[in-house]
């Protein structure tokens, strides 16, 4: 299926009351890719993620496989095969590792044995997991959570994995650490799409890339050529 093309945004409008936060966006995401939104604090990134998982209405077309999702609900969605991981991660703290990964797998009502087979999977990619199974989700440190909340969102084994800032507080080798993962998941057949404030991160993780600001795509292409356009370098890579 690599090369066919998952998500399709297009001209994408969604409000909230008189407040236009997405305007217009046209996006699109190939089976096997990383794509990532960049953009400033305020520029729709959320609100982009919120709307393609049902969470907010949308107008404009927003389609999965070529099936329409906007006649679909939350759950619709993940049963498709959509997971978004939110910028709070929205951990149970006082639950245990383990409580948490099996909440995950709520959504898809696993049976026992397909839990089992899936909470392997997530402790074979995340062995700090493992280890830390019977541990409170708040002990963990700020890289370990994070692991948590994508080790949670693979519980609903998805196909398109849209990560909300997973960079957010973290130290930069730990930011480093957490993209390589999800670089071995698009490598294992796990689309993503990536919203990002820490852009050079972002664009050397991702095969393609968006500039959201003020809710509106100011520019697009190739990561890397976008890692070298003057303007992306001046506005978010610091000066290149
Ligand atoms: P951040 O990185 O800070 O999360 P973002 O790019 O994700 O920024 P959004 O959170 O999507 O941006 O916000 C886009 C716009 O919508 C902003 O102007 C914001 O103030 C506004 N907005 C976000 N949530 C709401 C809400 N619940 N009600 C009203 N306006 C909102």
Known sequence: MSGSTMLEIGDLHVSYGQVDAVRGVTLKLEHGQIISVIGPNGAGKTTLLAAAMGLLPSKGILKFEGEDLHGLDVEARVERGLCLVPEKRELFGELSVLDNLQLGAYSKRLAS?????????VYERFPRLAERRSQRAD???GGERQMLAVGR???SAPRLLMLDEPSLGLAPLIVRDILAIVRKLRDDGVSILLVEQNARAALESSDHGYVLETGEIALSGPSEQLESDPRVQATYLGGG
Not at 113 to 121: G, H, M, N, P, V
Request: charged fraction near 15%; glycine fraction near 0%.
């Open 153 to 155: 969102a693979l519980m």
């Open 113 to 121: 044995a397909a839990l089992k087979r899936q909470l392997q999977q």
């Open 139 to 141: 002990t963990l440190s």
